[in-house]
């Protein structure tokens, strides 16, 4: 009754092709950036913004990228960790080699170095699939991680290894980095680039290269024999994938920790991002943020309802049975519906469409 | 979905966000203390423990004395389980849970403590980092809101040097030994190599290095080498799971254990008793005293673990290595917040106040007395220039049953550590564009 | 000079250290065939699951930290040894039961990646009940394996090794007679080769799930034993689960000659590599070495050295 599309006429291929065709979805998504853009920075405390919002969207991010090279290329990758420290480390050296260059630049510019280094790991897709690259892709993640550890001209021979970010303006005075930096300034800052990249990343996987990637992904030798060039394609995932997953580890060494040594980008936050592609929806950008939100916030939530229910239950016991729930929580949902919390809203919405009518 | 179970979604979203708006109702006249804990994860056999004597020892001070100058202490654990996002979240959720906020920060762990340094320093709450964390915050110019008391790993890694050399029979013998360092390849163990460089181009030693992968479940290859390259010391700084491998693994090629020297995060039970009797003879530096021989110790058995009450652990954990670590850094605290009330009343005090407090914080020997720590505590003298204060070790050595004392407080080389301090502390501060502050303008007047 | 330096430390140097000293270059590859046969211990694990029901189980290193927890919980509440090995693997057996009726059977003819994250959740659901269970700490473990140093003329053998590589020949060869002399095990291998043809003949196949995850449950303990005699029984023990992942590749994840000659390649492959050409590249280069040398086996055999060719038909 509600989300029906009768009435909605498209009278342009242009209009026909649009990322929501369906009014009540525009006006769905108008509202949810209203709310994250103006009702958020005004409501939310500095332990939202902090705490929650922003590692939010900076893992939303890294989960597109996965997500582009998983879930729409179908190359199981498990070096997403070591990517995004290479975004980070290529921040960290470009800004402290180039003070004055804006911190936007100096993303984008870490992000391409990532693409790169991306693009050579993913040299060995074209030979190995499956869980085989899953675990190649290891290797990519434990050398990068030694490498950034071992040579100490990746942090500016600092004594501890730690690489700690100088503080950084946009628009002259607004900081985003550093000690001076408003929270509201960082969530806005990182909002915006995550929602810009999110819209970029959707029309890319609309359009050719997206379907060339599913194409790879669903039958690989079909697709080489209708065409679509297997070494383009899979290096170009891993290219953009990695471009994604540089400046999520950019951000998130920048504006959410402020400082960050090589572990923190170690193989549990690879099998982190993993799991919210998983849990949201593989191939699926709404399922990465979905899937980012399910990872940053129910083991928060898990930790708080016995507090505020006034149960006074020792940590250890909390911190083991919020496990628990986690793993059993993970194989509800995949029980469920394997096929993530995307599909989750997908069968929602069509169900909303029958709405009140049962069937 | 049916509907049914999307309402009960919905309710259950709404009912968190209540819950996370709703602050909890803090009774007046109290500290608020959040205690970063790990008692989970691999690194809970060491966190526990300390977490323990600490919230022991404050659960004493209340029950023997009230509190301190008549303000009960509270404080709520949060599990970090040792993971940087989550302290930061333990943190930001816990630093304004009092009237006042959160009275002082003890991190435990180095990556932590890294970042919240700026956090803490901009809401104006003192980060406490006993023996772990940032070295050169020692120099409090730079790090107003950071204090490294008693020790740091440079100042460790000298004392354990002048500790060999003692052994060895004098410095000039140092000549042409062979100390090789295992250490946890990260920032945590890459501390202490530049003083070790430093001092092994100073006394003439070869100083060898061992890089071990974190976790470091598997240190064969490592110990083959030290077996072929025979240095005549070998020092660890090691965390976890790494501390026993490496002593089964130096047990394995039978290397000599009472040449094996560990920092204080590598000395204590959970450390050698997996590799049982081998690990006999093995030594580590400490920065507080062992055992369970002081009067506070006494104190806690008495007021938290007499009569039917129950601590937060087994009476017989009482006294362990990691456990009077914990004591320690809760006296210290809680010292400093004495010293702070001197000068602002005998009020719930805020991070600020107590900044001051840890700044002139000055234990002399009698006042060490007074507080029943003896042994347990070393002399030190916070000042503005100086967040270390003592700077001594002590080297142990495990018996089998316990670790126990071979040496006195050995003094480090305060003033060869001390510019080091200040020299990467003021590349820290160039970096950052901070100012210094000038600490012979600062009044020292309590 | 510095990069001619670098070159010559990469190139000349291992070749004439090696020269120098034959016997420690010995001693280090023994060493590491040794470290490389406990690994093949836990990646038994794996390719058992992954054989017969298509699961690559995340949660094996866990299960070995929860096998070697309850042991080590039994034996301190004075068990004696072969009671807490046997009360043990009933336990395990009971997790198989669990799992297959709880986790496998409702996610029955899924993609591999969603029994694969269904592993993951099980492995927090048994990190988190394990440690409840029995608690964080420590436990030390010594059920009387010898562990002296043994030198034969200048080489270094530790005898806990030593007995290590035996029990798990013990084990190897159990597990072959198991498969191939039994009716079980040839069951078993009809489901690894296909699980439709299998159950058209009249395989139970969930009976069969159990069977398999019940031994990969006491290879978990075995493994978990001796890790544990090793570093202790603790948290950190599910790491070696990441140890063995290279030794899967390597050999394939569907053989299990393949986890043992794997075990071994990789084990003497890393340790060599980090005595000899460690200290050109600054050290601890053992970790991501292990993956190296598989994906450069990977690229000549892209199922690994023993997998079965995957046949692709469009």
């Known amino acids: 009754m509600l989300y029906r599309e009768t009435g909605q006429f498209k009278t342009s291929y242009i209009a026909d092709q649009a990322i929501f065709p369906i009014r009540q979805d525009r006006y769905l998504a108008a509202a949810l950036l209203v709310v994250a853009y103006v009702a958020v920075p005004i409501l939310g405390t500095e332990y939202w913004l902090l705490t929650i919002m922003i590692p939010f969207l900076v893992f939303a991010?890294?989960?597109?990228?996965?997500?582009?090279?998983?879930?729409?290329?179908?190359?199981?990758?498990?070096?997403?960790?070591?990517?995004?420290?290479?975004?980070?480390?290529?921040?960290?050296?470009?800004?402290?080699?180039?003070?004055?260059?804006?911190?936007?630049?100096?993303?984008?510019?870490?992000?391409?170095?990532?693409?790169?280094?991306?693009?050579?790991?993913?040299?060995?897709?074209?030979?190995?699939?499956?869980?085989?690259?899953?675990?190649?892709?290891?290797?990519?993640?434990?050398?990068?991680?030694?490498?950034?550890?071992?040579?100490?001209?990746?942090?500016?021979?600092?004594?501890?290894?730690?690489?700690?970010?100088p503080p950084r303006a946009v628009f002259g005075h607004f900081f985003v980095t550093g000690a001076e930096a408003n929270p509201v300034d960082k969530y806005l800052f990182v909002l915006t680039t995550v929602v810009a990249m999110a819209f970029i990343a959707k029309n890319l996987v609309r359009g050719r290269v997206g379907r060339s990637w599913m194409a790879i992904r669903d039958m690989d030798i079909a697709a080489e024999?209708?065409?679509?060039?297997?070494?383009?394609?899979?290096?170009?995932?891993?290219?953009?994938?990695?471009?994604?997953?540089?400046?999520?580890?950019?951000?998130?060494?920048?504006?959410?920790?402020?400082?960050?040594?090589?572990?923190?980008?170690?193989?549990?936050?690879?099998?982190?991002?993993?799991?919210?592609?998983?849990?949201?929806?593989?191939?699926?950008?709404?399922?990465?943020?979905?899937?980012?939100?399910?990872?940053?916030?129910?083991?928060?939530f898990l930790e708080y309802t016995p507090m505020s229910l006034g149960l006074n239950i020792p940590v250890n016991y909390i911190s083991n049975m919020q496990s628990m729930i986690f793993g059993a929580l993970i194989v509800f949902f995949l029980i469920v519906e394997p096929r993530g919390l995307a599909r989750l809203w997908q069968t929602g919405k069509e169900k909303l469409r029958m709405w009140p009518f049962p069937y | 979905m049916k509907l049914q179970k999307l309402c009960c979604v919905v309710l259950g979203v709404a009912a968190f966000g209540f819950g996370m708006a709703a602050e909890n109702a803090m009774a007046q006249n109290e500290q608020f203390i959040p205690r970063l804990v790990y008692r989970t994860g691999p690194y809970a056999p060491n966190g526990i423990p300390?977490?323990?004597?600490?919230?022991?020892?404050?659960?004493?001070?209340?029950?023997?004395?009230?509190?301190?100058?008549?303000?009960?202490?509270?404080?709520?654990?949060?599990?970090?389980?040792?993971?940087?996002?989550?302290?930061?979240?333990?943190?930001?959720?816990?630093?304004?849970?009092?009237?006042?906020?959160?009275?002082?920060?003890?991190?435990?762990?180095?990556?932590?403590?890294?970042?919240?340094?700026?956090?803490?320093?901009?809401?104006?709450?003192?980060?406490?980092?006993?023996?772990?964390?940032?070295?050169?915050?020692?120099?409090?110019?730079?790090?107003?809101?950071?204090?490294?008391?008693?020790?740091?790993?440079?100042?460790?890694?000298?004392?354990?040097?002048?500790?060999?050399?003692?052994?060895?029979?004098?410095?000039?013998?140092?000549?042409?030994?062979?100390?090789?360092?295992?250490?946890?390849?990260?920032?945590?163990?890459?501390?202490?190599?530049?003083?070790?460089?430093?001092?092994?181009?100073?006394?003439?030693?070869?100083?060898?290095?061992?890089?071990?992968?974190?976790?470091?479940?598997?240190?064969?290859?490592?110990?083959?080498?030290?077996?072929?390259?025979?240095?005549?010391?070998?020092?660890?700084?090691?965390?976890?799971?790494?501390?026993?491998?490496?002593?089964?693994?130096?047990?394995?090629?039978?290397?000599?254990?009472?040449?094996?020297?560990?920092?204080?995060?590598?000395?204590?039970?959970?450390?050698?008793?997996p590799a049982g009797d081998s690990a006999k003879g093995y030594k580590a530096a400490q920065l507080s005293g062992v055992g369970r021989n002081y009067p506070v110790i006494n104190d806690i058995l008495k007021y938290v673990y007499g009569s039917g009450k129950t601590g937060h652990t087994t009476a017989d954990k009482v006294g362990e290595v990691l456990y009077d670590r914990g004591v320690m850094n809760a006296m210290m605290d809680l010292e400093a917040l004495r010293i702070a009330q001197t000068r602002y009343g005998k009020k719930p005090l805020t991070g600020e106040q107590m900044r001051w407090g840890l700044e002139h914080l000055d234990l002399t020997p009698q006042r060490i007395a007074a507080m029943g720590g003896t042994g347990l505590l070393q002399t030190m003298k916070i000042t503005c220039a100086d967040h270390e204060g003592g700077g001594s070790v002590r080297i142990t050595q495990w018996d089998g049953k316990a670790f126990h004392p071979v040496s006195d407080w050995i003094k480090p080389h305060q003033d060869m550590i001390r510019d080091m301090y200040k020299e990467s502390a003021l590349a820290y501060a160039k970096e950052k564009n901070i100012t210094p502050r000038d600490c012979s303008q600062i009044s020292e007047a309590r | 000079m510095e990069f001619l330096d670098f070159l010559q430390a990469l190139f000349v140097t291992p070749f004439v250290m090696m020269w120098q000293n034959p016997e420690f270059l010995l001693e280090v590859v023994i060493g590491g065939l040794l470290t490389g046969v406990m690994y093949s211990l836990v990646a038994l694990g794996f390719v058992l699951i992954y054989k017969a029901s298509g699961v690559f189980n995340f949660a094996q290193g866990t299960m070995v930290l929860f096998a070697a927890l309850t042991f080590v919980g039994l034996l301190e509440h004075g068990v004696p040894v072969w009671a807490a090995f046997i009360l043990t693997a009933l336990v395990m057996i009971l997790l198989a039961f669990i799992i297959e009726r709880l986790v496998l059977r409702p996610l029955v003819n899924q993609e591999p990646i969603i029994l694969f994250m269904a592993t993951i959740g099980l492995s927090y659901l048994l990190?988190?009940?394990?440690?409840?269970?029995?608690?964080?700490?420590?436990?030390?473990?010594?059920?009387?394996?010898?562990?002296?140093?043994?030198?034969?003329?200048?080489?270094?053998?530790?005898?806990?090794?030593?007995?290590?590589?035996?029990?798990?020949?013990?084990?190897?060869?159990?597990?072959?007679?198991?498969?191939?002399?039994?009716?079980?095990?040839?069951?078993l291998r009809a489901v690894a080769d296909d699980h439709q043809a299998a159950q058209s003949v009249g395989i139970p196949l969930k009976t069969i799930w159990i069977i398999v995850w019940s031994v990969a449950g006491i290879v978990g303990l075995v493994a978990g034993i001796l890790w544990g005699s090793n570093l202790g029984v603790q948290f950190s023990l599910s790491l070696v689960a990441l140890k063995a992942l290279p030794v899967l590749i390597l050999g394939g994840l569907t053989s299990v000659p393949g986890a043992i000659v794997g075990g071994l390649i990789v084990?003497?492959?890393?340790?060599?590599?980090?005595?000899?050409?460690?200290?050109?590249?600054?050290?601890a280069i053992e970790d991501w070495f292990a993956y190296a040398l598989a994906l450069v086996f990977l690229l000549f055999r892209p199922q690994g050295l023993f997998g079965e060719r995957i046949i692709e038909r469009v």
């Open chain 1, 61 to 165: 991010l890294a989960a597109i990228g996965l997500n582009i090279l998983t879930g729409y290329a179908g190359q199981v990758s498990l070096g997403t960790g070591g990517f995004m420290a290479v975004g980070a480390f290529a921040t960290y050296k470009i800004t402290t080699s180039f003070p004055g260059l804006n911190i936007v630049v100096v993303f984008v510019l870490a992000g391409i170095i990532t693409a790169l280094v991306g693009v050579m790991f993913g040299w060995p897709s074209l030979r190995i699939k499956g869980f085989y690259l899953a675990v190649a892709t290891l290797a990519s993640q434990f050398f990068l991680i030694w490498m950034f550890n071992k040579f100490p001209w990746f942090n500016n021979y600092t004594a501890s290894g730690v690489i700690s970010a």
């Open chain 1, 225 to 300: 024999i209708i065409g679509i060039q297997p070494l383009q394609t899979k290096l170009l995932a891993f290219a953009i994938s990695s471009f994604y997953c540089g400046i999520s580890g950019a951000m998130w060494a920048f504006i959410y920790t402020g400082g960050v040594e090589a572990l923190a980008f170690d193989i549990d936050r690879s099998f982190q991002i993993l799991f919210m592609i998983i849990i949201g929806g593989l191939g699926s950008i709404l399922g990465s943020f979905l899937g980012a939100a399910f990872i940053v916030l129910v083991p928060i």
């Open chain 2, 50 to 273: 300390f977490a323990d004597g600490y919230a022991d020892y404050l659960d004493m001070i209340n029950a023997r004395d009230g509190g301190v100058g008549g303000v009960k202490i509270t404080y709520e654990e949060c599990e970090t389980n040792y993971n940087n996002d989550k302290g930061v979240e333990c943190y930001e959720r816990l630093k304004n849970h009092a009237p006042t906020g959160a009275t002082v920060v003890d991190p435990l762990s180095t990556g932590i403590t890294y970042a919240l340094i700026e956090r803490a320093t901009a809401d104006k709450i003192p980060i406490v980092s006993m023996g772990y964390g940032r070295a050169d915050a020692s120099y409090g110019a730079v790090f107003p809101y950071v204090f490294t008391y008693p020790t740091t790993y440079w100042d460790g890694a000298d004392t354990i040097i002048t500790y060999i050399a003692k052994q060895e029979g004098g410095v000039d013998k140092l000549k042409g030994k062979k100390i090789a360092l295992v250490y946890h390849d990260s920032a945590y163990g890459k501390e202490p190599i530049p003083t070790l460089d430093k001092l092994s181009a100073a006394d003439g030693f070869t100083f060898l290095k061992f890089p071990v992968s974190p976790p470091g479940i598997d240190q064969k290859a490592t110990w083959l080498q030290i077996r072929q390259q025979r240095p005549d010391y070998v020092l660890m700084w090691g965390w976890g799971v790494m501390n026993s491998t490496a002593i089964k693994e130096a047990a394995a090629v039978g290397y000599p254990m009472n040449h094996f020297i560990g920092v204080w995060w590598s000395g204590a039970e959970p450390d050698v008793v």
């Open chain 3, 127 to 187: 990190d988190g009940f394990g440690e409840i269970a029995w608690g964080g700490d420590v436990h030390a473990l010594d059920i009387g394996i010898p562990k002296e140093p043994l030198v034969f003329g200048g080489v270094l053998v530790n005898e806990f090794d030593l007995c290590a590589a035996a029990i798990c020949g013990v084990l190897v060869a159990a597990l072959a007679v198991f498969f191939q002399k039994t009716s079980i095990g040839r069951a």
């Open chain 3, 267 to 283: 084990g003497s492959g890393e340790k060599v590599a980090e005595v000899f050409w460690g200290p050109a590249t600054g050290g």
